[in-house]
């Protein structure tokens, strides 16, 4: 499936560790931009459904993509009158850099896991070492747990910021 949640919790549980130098949003953003490629592919019935974005070099420019669309986003939000949803206009190019590469180098990584037609490392190698690396039931679960602890530390953080502010 294109586009899933579960590559978020990885990205939730980075954010929550070091939410100033990653970018959450960042981090979807990449994931969403990579996804493009197999909702694509599917919809041609194109084989392979995850090809040149779903290995670690197209995934490097699908975070670019993100990182220029964000500083061409913010240069224009002022002249346009963008809003400002989830404070992104806040956000340094830094931590959307930091954000989008953790995003789309895990989406290789988890995508290459579970799905055969991958070739992360092309095009210097069509192999895939990762693929069964652990179950998918266990690459669920660990990316739901990442995402609800990411999600809990942020909700906690975010009280304690309430409570000390006057």
Not at 17 to 39: K, M, T, Y
Not at 100 to 119: E, N, P, Q, Y
Request: charge should be positive; glycine fraction near 6%.
């Amino acid at each position: 499936m294109p586009v899933t949640p579960f590559h978020f919790g990885p990205g939730a549980a980075l954010h929550a560790v070091a939410p100033r130098q990653v970018s959450f949003l960042g981090f979807c953003a990449a994931n969403v931009l990579i996804d493009c490629e197999s909702l694509y592919n599917l919809v041609q019935r194109n084989y392979p459904v995850h090809a040149f974005f779903h290995t670690y070099v197209g995934a490097s420019l699908m975070a670019l993509v993100a990182i220029l669309l964000f500083v061409a986003a913010r240069r224009l939000a002022d002249r346009i009158s963008l809003p400002d949803l989830f404070r992104w206009k806040s956000l340094s190019v830094t931590s959307v850099t930091v954000g989008a590469l953790l995003g789309a180098w895990s989406h290789v990584l988890l995508d290459s896991i579970m799905h055969a037609d991958i070739r992360p490392l092309a095009p210097f190698s069509s192999a895939n070492a990762f693929l069964h690396l652990v179950s998918l039931d266990m690459l669920h679960l660990a990316c739901l747990v990442l995402g609800g602890l990411g999600l809990l530390v942020v909700l906690l953080r975010s009280r304690s910021e309430k409570k000390n502010s006057p």
